[in-house]
């Protein structure tokens, strides 16, 4: 999205319309083809200028660095700690009552329709 917003503040001189929307469509023309000469040149000028120095491979670029700075802020928002052996098992030990929940469906198992057929390997369970 920020990518998107940002592509489109650089091409503020483009008449920007929803392509969906045919009243939309239709003011846009009209704009278009009511606008001054001299205001068409100079949003050409403006516009031709910026494609020529931001290429395509530019904004390709441009795009995979914004997806790789998402994936970067995804990871960090999601990043499980790493479970401390040591402090689980002295509180495991300790402890007189204990209940442990083992979440195997699509994790340990291929994913079935009926969960019913979700069941460990045989190797796991030895």
């Given at each position: 999205k920020q990518w998107y917003q940002r592509?489109?503040?650089?091409?503020?001189?483009?008449?920007?319309?929803?392509?969906?929307?045919?009243?939309?469509?239709?003011?846009?023309?009209?704009?278009?083809?009511?606008?001054?000469?001299?205001?068409?040149?100079?949003?050409?000028?403006?516009?031709?200028?910026?494609?020529?120095?931001h290429t395509a491979s530019y904004w390709g670029l441009s795009f995979v660095n914004e997806l790789q700075r998402a994936c970067d802020q995804a990871a960090q928002i999601t990043n499980i700690p790493q479970l401390n052996i040591g402090h689980f098992l002295s509180t495991y030990s300790s402890s007189s009552r204990r209940l442990l929940v083992f979440v195997y469906d699509e994790a340990l198992t291929q994913s079935y329709s009926n969960p019913s057929l979700c069941r460990p390997p045989s190797k796991l369970l030895n």
């Amino acid at each position: 999205k920020q990518w998107y917003q940002r592509r489109v503040r650089a091409l503020s001189g483009c008449l920007m319309v929803n392509p969906w929307n045919i009243e939309e469509m239709a003011d846009i023309y009209h704009q278009a083809l009511s606008m001054p000469f001299q205001e068409r040149q100079e949003k050409h000028q403006m516009l031709f200028k910026y494609i020529s120095k931001h290429t395509a491979s530019y904004w390709g670029l441009s795009f995979v660095n914004e997806l790789q700075r998402a994936c970067d802020q995804a990871a960090q928002i999601t990043n499980i700690p790493q479970l401390n052996i040591g402090h689980f098992l002295s509180t495991y030990s300790s402890s007189s009552r204990r209940l442990l929940v083992f979440v195997y469906d699509e994790a340990l198992t291929q994913s079935y329709s009926n969960p019913s057929l979700c069941r460990p390997p045989s190797k796991l369970l030895n």
